[in-house]
């Protein structure tokens, strides 16, 4: 037993690569010995040109004499070469000041102007609040770091604390934001999602994620527990959810479940690698995964039928419950067990076999991750409640934004705009 967990590692267990020991072989392509980059025979790819209306400046370059008798040239070219250099113009900050005059009327009273609307009452302005809002959350720099690129590159003198608030300005700009598409997320058919660990005020906490094709939400608490779950995907949830096989999802019905494959390929690894007989039930069902995502990548490929994957997939379904029944009764303890804990949620291996658009594997909620597994390594978590609705906020939007392809900083810069009390609200939802 102690040997098996020394041997564990990313290819057989959950624990993530980072923990690997070192020199271990990650599993991936065979070396084809070929060099780095573009290979022979690549479709070449170039920048196409700023179409003519977006270009602020043209310059004209003419040759003055002919190469071969050195006469003077005049004229221009019908069809000149063209040839575009971006750059960035010098970058100072637009100030305005604004001054609120007190005017006395003949009747003795006195009447101040009223405050102008998207005018903040502090120093900074709706750009400046999200742009600081975008690197730290989706660039992932720290407040020292915000505050030297503010003043480096931009020449805007920050103190520390004013990134913090503006931090806070942006969480509740985008608070209704995030509860809409939340709320959005709840009522989707298909949601893949998953936990981690989290930090806030030093305390053991946990990040959750629930993943849709176009809008992808956050959650940070201190439970791991189903109530948590039932707080992320709402309580009346009725789609189809992917997900591990933590015992926290373990409320949806099987047949509304989806097990992630890659965990299982990772399990059906580690009993292999018992030897005995524990190893042949193990070989027999990796074997079988595979064989199973072959066929899978042939229906994205476009070379087998989702009706010929469905028939071939009910001869293999017998086969994967054959070998589980034989690790049951004939494996070691750890194997009886894993195979017990996968039969008994049986039918939810292969809902993506019944229902079209389901995924076999939990990877877009773990690729969600992701990104704030790097960001709690850095900062260490958040130090507050408030700094977590920061996190589920920002992050929200920033992931929900990459996969609809539209400009984070223009979406932030127009919800703090319309916190300010000018512009509506954007929205994360499609087509709201």
Known sequence: ELEQRLGRNS???SQPPSADPPGMQRRGKAPTGRRPGGQPGHKKRERALVPVERVDKFVDVRPETCDSCDRRLTGDDP????????????????ITEYREHLLRCRCGATTRARWPEGVPRGV?????????ALLTAKFRLSKRLVRELLTDVL???VALGSVSNMEANVSAATAGIFDEAHAFVTKQPIVNADETSWIEARMRAWLWTAVTPRVTVYQIGRSRGSDSARLLLGADFSGVLGVDRWSGYSWIPPDRRQLCWAHLIRDFQEISERGGLDGAVGSQLLALAAELFRWWRRIDAGTLTRAAFVARVERLESAVRQQLELGKVVGT????????????REAALWTFVRVEGVEPTNNAAERALRHLVLWR?????THSSAGSRFVERMMSIVTSLRCQRRNVLAFLRDAVQAWLGVGKPPSLVPNA
């Open 124 to 132: 900074f302005g709706a750009s400046v609040q999200s742009l600081v």
């Open 79 to 94: 069809d000149p070469r063209r040839h575009q250099v971006i750059d960035l113009p010098p970058m100072t900050p637009i």
């Open 11 to 13: 290819g057989n267990s």
């Open 155 to 157: 020449g805007v003198d």
């Open 377 to 381: 390594k850095t900062s260490f978590g």
């Open 333 to 344: 303890k750890a194997t009886r067990g894993t195979c017990r804990h996968i039969l008994a």
